[in-house]
């Protein structure tokens, strides 16, 4: 069954994709403007940095946390109506972190006064607005994703939907790279409030235009009800676990690294919990009347394959994300500045490769099926990933380029089959969240990911400085050691990023091998 003919359709994906972008933008933009804001607010750093970095661990937490149900309220309620509720909150979050230092600051300061007798620090009492608004401002942004995703699903009939369902993998996934290149534009010119007045604008556009061309769409809707409790439980499930792993990677969330293993002692028990907080999700589904996610889906050709490759994708493509920025701040800038700017432009080799990709990627398995795309994406990044572990401080820059290039064309590939693979195994009033399972699960694999290889990048680091170093080594001595061990922790971590994505080989090739288009079309009809 294909949807009714909606004019533009390309133009309504354009228009899907957009706020998509700018609110995976201001995942990461936070990394160019925390400097200027502890700076504006006077926060010390000894003091207030792991207070400051909320700001930035607060939106990611969010940004996660609003797609595990919101996903679900667009297939009861409409998905054009929650994406256009989504956008309201993105919009209305960006104006209060770019007037944070006005009235909502004077507003929290009267009523901290309603329950506090002593001086309330004004530095302070803006900062913790900023975390706020930044919350209100990912909540949004997170929800657009695996609606917009749904909503292109409605828009598209099955044999048309991969590409276009990879073009919104790719821009999300792209937008949260290049906003630290494109916060460090913006405050290199402007005040760091720019960026989210220039949020509003786009918005109002975005919602104007998709409000009208979208009215002829129709908005499936599912039966039944939501399941508030299974939200709550897989939304602190989905906490602890960013939490726990996050605080194993930066020292942001909770205490600094502990030293023997990079992990801090908060780690082992919220990862704990979290698995905890699933386990109890995972039976409430099976208890619960309407379940807010059906686990009978994974019983679905393609469903779950698909999800595990999204999961070894998710963990290989930020061991890259993680190791550029490291490996040229550590061994080729001179400067702080320098290397900030390198590693962005640099980062754009794997990314935009990766976009590109993506339609390519979707149009190959609306030919091929979803595996010959998939793996033969794999397979180049895996190639990719190869030949960036040769890297050396004396490489030119063309040359990681080229090899990030690899992996990105490579990742952005498999993006659009596996994402594809899971919407269309869904019935269309569970698109929602299904859509938002190929999200989450990509999330699940950067988080443990950037986690896991942190943790072995410091373990593998001092055991080769242990045997490198002499018994007394002098200061040049340790500084030569120190740059050839971080040059070699990089390179096998690499490598560890291309075993992982051979490893998403295996649910890949499990796939159907070619496009049955009846059989999909016979899950639009259920």
């Known amino acids: 069954m294909r949807p009714p003919k909606t004019t533009q359709p390309g133009l309504l994906l354009a228009l899907i994709s957009i706020p998509i972008f700018i609110g995976a933008l201001d995942l990461t933009v936070v990394s160019a403007v925390l400097p200027h804001v502890i700076v504006d607010l006077e926060i010390p750093l000894q003091t207030g940095l792991d207070d400051a970095a909320w700001i930035v661990t607060g939106y990611l937490l969010a940004y996660s946390v609003s797609m595990t149900f919101m996903g679900r309220l667009s297939d009861l309620y409409g998905r054009r109506r929650i994406y256009l509720i989504a956008l309201v909150i993105f919009a209305f979050g960006s104006y209060l972190v770019a007037v944070a230092q006005g009235w909502p600051t004077q507003l929290a300061l009267r009523t901290g006064y309603l329950f506090v007798s002593g001086r309330l620090d004004a530095s302070y009492v803006t900062l913790y607005v900023l975390i706020a608004a930044r919350m209100i401002q990912a909540f949004g942004a997170g929800t ?118 990079g992990l801090s002692q908060y780690s082992f028990p919220l990862v704990f919990a979290a698995l905890t907080f699933l386990i109890l999700f995972l039976w409430r589904q099976k208890k619960a009347r309407y379940p807010l996610l059906a686990l009978s889906l994974f019983k679905r050709q393609n469903y779950l394959a698909a999800s595990l490759a999204n999961f070894l994708v998710g963990f290989s493509l930020f061991d890259a994300i993680a190791n550029v920025p490291l490996f040229i701040n550590t061994l080729v800038a001179t400067s702080l500045e320098q290397g900030a700017w390198d590693s962005g432009w640099m980062l754009s080799a794997l990314t935009i490769p990766l976009a590109l990709a993506s339609a390519p990627g979707g149009w190959l398995s609306e030919k091929r099926g979803y595996r010959l795309p998939a793996a033969g994406g794999l397979i180049l990044a895996v190639l990719g990933f190869l030949l960036m572990r040769s890297w050396q401080p004396a490489t030119p820059y063309p040359i990681l380029a080229y090899q990030l290039a690899f992996s990105g064309i490579g990742i952005g590939l498999t993006m659009a089959p596996i994402a594809a693979a899971v919407v269309n195994a869904s019935p269309p009033d569970q698109r929602g969240i299904s859509s938002a399972l190929v999200i989450i699960f990509r999330l699940i694999g950067m988080t443990v990911g950037i986690s896991s290889i942190t943790t072995y990048d410091l373990l593998r680091a001092d055991a080769l400085s242990e045997s490198l170093l002499s018994a007394q080594p002098t200061i040049n001595e340790t500084i030569r050691v120190g740059l050839e061990v971080t040059e070699q922790v990089i390179s096998e971590t690499f490598v560890i990023a291309g075993i992982v994505a051979a490893l998403a080989l295996i649910p890949v090739l499990s796939l159907r091998s070619t496009f049955n288009q009846t059989s999909e079309v016979n899950n639009e009809r259920e």
């Open 144 to 261: 657009m994703v695996p609606v917009g995703m749904a909503l292109v699903a409605d828009i598209y009939p099955v044999d048309l939907r991969a590409r276009s369902l990879g073009v919104i993998a790719a821009v999300d996934t792209a937008g949260w790279v290049v906003g630290h290149l494109y916060g460090g534009i913006i405050v290199r010119f402007w005040s760091w409030e720019t960026i989210f007045w220039l949020n509003l604008p786009i918005c109002l556009i975005a919602f104007l235009l998709i409000w009208y061309l979208m009215r002829a769409v129709p908005q499936v809707r599912s039966a039944g009800s939501m399941d508030w409790f299974g939200a709550l439980l897989i939304t602190v499930a989905l906490a602890l676990l960013n939490i726990g792993l996050g605080s194993s990677t930066d020292g942001v969330t909770l205490n600094a690294l502990d030293e023997t293993s």
